[in-house]
């Protein structure tokens, strides 16, 4: 056998730069030329706050963006997602805290037609009755199937337990059975006119641009759309904590053969000013691999799961800290002992060797998590949402090569209190009787 | 017009199959490994094995400690993993350049030495893994076990596609040290293996160090039956019924299709995409957005090598449909399409989605060097990622619809449908 080889250190790398134009509607436009990359990553942001929901009509947004591409003005909705598929188009339509985001891939020869196509969604879509009350009805059978989900049930209860009561964050993005039942086409088209437009908006382009005229079919495809309704949004405020977080949900699942458990604080969001470059390195050291604190007992040496991860989940404004994992049911109250055991140690500190392992896999993996169209476009969607520069990510990837243990612990300590809410998802009546006097804070059981 | 990802290839004198594709645009480097076994190869009472044997090799290795190799990796910047599936078992790591002759050495130690290392602590210890690993994937899910249920429907008890990878539960139980030694002897083996560098590397480098790390481990390999002829489609519908706790009743309806990498295959998965595997196809249009019987449908065609492939649609009913009834749509349609075949718009459609999944696909340097990975294993030729897409381009309406009369006969289908427990109260009104 040859002797283990050494590793030579790795040449420098930068984030893919941005080329950024002003489209004639007052559109951001930011383009990164990627050579080898064949099909080309679309993504248009416009800030809104799903905040601003009328009460009892959450998933207002999230129903406008599905029905985006639901037919317009100028096409049908059956021939409009015809079109859209001959010219090789993927087109998705979602909301986060601050804003609407829309994606498209699209092989490079389409270009035109997709940028033309998009805008046609953006700007005119038509929301015929039927379409409206066929996606609602789908919304309607999604929130039932994520209900029968275990990880899905529990990010529910996390949300409603972390989050103040009546604050937005506490209630599911794209609606409730009662919301999306009270949502009318007449809604959605006045959300659309208030909330949907070119002011603030960024249309981020990646992908080979290689004998294309980029700038001027994304000219020719967004530099007119207009909506004279349109008004700017107030930049997203972090969710207020609910007073009572710390507390123990268990939501009764009949028949689980495991436990799914999620242990959460409230978190940062990528502009804290003490910097964002602790996060990512915590959670790998806690929680990213089979070797991490976490795994190294629960999965290496007790078999008790197939993994569990933590994350720091930054919103656009505020955000959470969140280790989550399914263990089988029988060991549900050894398991979470363990893992809070784990997380609380951690505030103690991290060690030379950890705080090494983490800044060399979060700094080294950035070349490879960024090297297609597709990740570059929506780390770039990300920044303009959030309102961070185009530089972020390099002058984030920097901090983190320079990170200290010091500013590790702080991080770490700064966001974890040892106040945890904590979800399980599971068979009630196996787990309950010894789980009790074992968890931290008021246990209480609610339904599926 | 075929696509010129660079691919170079070499047989090392033991056997291993190697591949280059030099892509210099990011300072990383891809290694997969395709090891010519999967869960076609086990024998009965012996199910689930191949995939509990791919946790091993991250258990050491005689030079490696046991969960050293992930460790080792992701602190230089590496992203690591394996997986197992029918037909192979892939092992792979994305590093900066610079830990690219440490990742091929912890290859090398392990696909050569690993039976130094295992011990009954560590398989213990991964079988309950790989036991939390199902309860999580299928015990746990809602439809979890349904597509076990459609390979044990589709294919006959004695084929290697009757069961699934993750095996079951009392084999996973019986599986012994012994049976990992013999194991590995049995298919773990340079003349077994494929091993692909794609990304910042040059051909003779590549080939060169690949050489110096693996080239001393030893031609083992038992030589292969070769794979079984072609199944035909089934002759008389099958039918499996489960009633669970499951959000909405959903079809799950599989067809036989013709092996991996033919003509047939790709007429067959037009012939899928037309049906339901597009937001314009014809069940989507009909039972989605017209009679609004289903709140979704979606088709897949799995192509394999051990004389049969996979098809199958699924269909989610929406509240209020009897399942019968989106299962006569589906009938009508494939009678349809058998008829008259897809229109133009129907095949540019298909084409356009092929082409953009393709494309990206070979976006990621992980991808691009799975695939030419698969296509050396299996075909034994990775120039095939060049001319895939050209293939699916020949592909005529006539094909289509001689395929579908072929393959996709309703009589032909094999269907596992999952049904939504009504609780008592709503059984009684």
Redesign the interface.
Request: net charge positive.
């Given at each position: 056998?040859?002797a283990?080889?050494?590793?030579?250190?790795?040449?420098p790398?930068s984030y893919p730069p941005v080329r950024e134009h002003l489209l004639p509607g007052g559109v951001r436009l930011l383009l990164h030329d990627?050579?080898?990359?064949?099909?080309l990553s679309m993504r248009v942001v416009v800030p809104s706050r799903l905040a601003d929901e009328p009460a009892g009509l959450e998933g207002l947004s999230a129903m406008t963006a599905r029905l985006l591409d639901e037919g317009t003005t100028q096409h049908e909705?059956?021939e409009l997602?015809?079109l859209?598929?001959?010219?090789?188009?993927?087109l998705g339509a979602g909301v986060s805290d601050g804003g609407l985001l829309v994606d498209v891939?699209?092989?490079q020869h389409?270009l035109g037609p997709a940028a033309r196509l998009v805008a046609e969604a953006l700007g005119q879509p038509s929301f015929p009755e039927p379409e409206v009350r066929?996606i609602l009805?789908?919304r309607l059978?999604?929130i039932?199937?994520e209900?029968?989900?275990?990880p899905h049930r529990a990010a529910r209860e996390l949300a409603r337990t972390l989050w103040a009561d009546g604050d937005r964050a506490s209630r599911p993005s794209a609606g409730t059975p009662e919301s999306v039942r009270a949502l009318t086409r007449e809604d959605i088209v006045a959300h659309h006119a208030r909330r949907v437009g070119p002011r603030g908006a960024t249309v981020v382009l990646a992908g080979d641009l290689t004998g294309l005229d980029a700038l001027g079919e994304l000219e020719a495809g967004l530099g007119s759309w207009a909506a004279p309704h349109h008004e700017a949004s107030a930049a997203p405020v972090p969710p207020v904590p609910a007073a009572d977080r710390a507390r123990v949900v268990l939501v009764d699942r009949?028949?689980?053969?495991?436990t799914e458990l999620v242990v959460a604080c409230p978190g940062p969001d990528r502009s804290t000013p003490t910097g964002w470059a602790p996060h990512p390195v915590a959670a790998f050291v806690l929680g990213g691999?089979?070797?991490a604190r976490i795994d190294?007992v629960l999965?290496?040496?007790?078999?008790?799961?197939?993994g569990i991860r933590s994350s720091f989940r930054p919103r656009v404004a505020g955000g959470s800290f969140v280790t989550a994992g399914?263990?089988?049911a029988e060991v549900t109250a050894d398991a979470l002992e363990i893992l809070l055991g784990i997380l609380d140690a951690a505030r103690d500190g991290f060690t030379p060797a950890e705080l090494?392992?983490g800044v060399?896999?979060v700094?080294?993996?950035a070349?490879?998590r960024y090297?297609?169209?597709?990740a570059v476009a929506d780390e770039t969607a990300a920044l303009a949402l959030e309102g961070l520069p185009t530089d972020f990510t390099t002058g984030h990837l920097a901090a983190v090569a320079a990170l200290t243990l010091e500013d590790l612990d702080a991080a770490y300590r700064r966001t974890v209190t040892g106040e945890w809410s904590v979800v399980l998802v599971g068979d009630a009546e196996s787990i309950l009787p010894r789980l009790e006097g074992r968890v931290p804070g008021p246990l209480s059981v609610v339904e599926l | 017009m075929p696509l010129d990802y660079p691919v170079h290839r070499r047989t090392l004198p033991n056997g291993l199959r190697v591949v280059v594709s030099p892509d210099h645009t990011v300072p990383n480097v891809t290694v997969n490994l395709w090891v010519g076994v999967g869960s076609r190869h086990e024998q009965p009472g012996g199910t689930g094995f191949a995939h509990l044997f791919e946790h091993l090799m991250f258990q050491g290795s005689r030079s490696v400690r046991s969960g050293e190799h992930f460790e080792a990796l992701m602190a230089v910047g590496g992203r690591a993993n394996a997986t197992t599936w029918f037909d192979r078992t892939n092992y792979f790591e994305t590093v900066p350049t610079g830990a690219l002759e440490l990742a091929l050495w912890l290859e090398a130690d392990r696909h050569g030495h690993l039976l130094d290392a295992v011990t009954q602590a560590n398989l213990d210890n991964q079988r309950d893994v790989v036991k939390e690993e199902k309860r999580q994937r299928y015990d746990n899910q809602p439809y979890g076990t349904a597509l076990a249920d459609l390979y044990a429907a589709v294919f006959p008890a004695d084929h290697p596609y009757h069961h699934p990878t993750i095996g079951s539960m009392e084999d996973l139980d019986a599986a012994a040290l012994e049976d990992v030694h013999a194991f590995f002897r049995r298919y773990y083996a340079p003349d077994n293996t494929v091993l692909t560098l794609c990304g910042d590397v040059e051909p003779e480098q590549g080939f060169d160090l690949v050489g110096r790390y693996l080239g001393p481990l030893s031609a083992t390999a038992r030589s292969q039956r070769p794979p079984l002829p072609q199944l035909g489609p089934l002759t008389e519908p099958v039918r499996v019924e489960r009633t669970e706790a499951v959000p909405n009743d959903r079809l799950h309806v599989g067809f036989r299709l013709p092996v991996d990498e033919s003509a047939e295959l790709f007429a067959a998965t037009v012939a899928l995409d037309c049906l339901a595997g597009l937001t314009s196809s014809r069940l989507a249009r009909r039972t989605v957005r017209r009679e609004q019987t289903a709140t979704a449908v979606h088709a897949s065609a799995w192509g394999l090598l051990d004389g049969v492939s996979l098809g199958f649609v699924v269909l989610d009913a929406a509240p209020g449909t009897d399942p019968a009834d989106l299962e006569s749509a589906l009938v009508q349609e494939l009678e349809r399409l058998a008829e008259s075949g897809p229109t133009d718009a129907e095949l540019e459609a298909s084409l356009a989605q092929s082409e953009r999944a393709w494309l990206s696909a070979l976006a990621s340097q992980e991808e691009r060097a799975d695939l030419l990975s698969r296509y050396t294993l299996l075909h034994d030729d990775p120039g095939l990622v060049n001319t895939h897409l050209d293939r699916v381009r020949a592909v005529r309406p006539d094909d289509v619809r001689a395929a579908t009369r072929r393959w996709l006969a309703p009589d032909s289908r094999a269907v596992v449908a999952y049904l939504a427990a009504r609780s008592d109260a709503e059984a009684v009104a």
């Open positions: 056998m040859t283990r080889p050494s590793v030579a250190p790795p040449r790398w990627l050579p080898g990359q064949y099909v909705p059956e997602a015809e859209m598929e001959r010219h090789g188009m993927a891939d699209v092989p389409h066929r009805r789908s059978a999604e039932e199937q209900r029968a989900s275990a009949p028949g689980s053969v495991q691999s089979p070797g190294a999965r290496e040496e007790k078999g008790y799961t197939y399914s263990v089988r090494r392992a060399d896999y700094a080294r993996t070349p490879g090297a297609t169209a597709d | -």
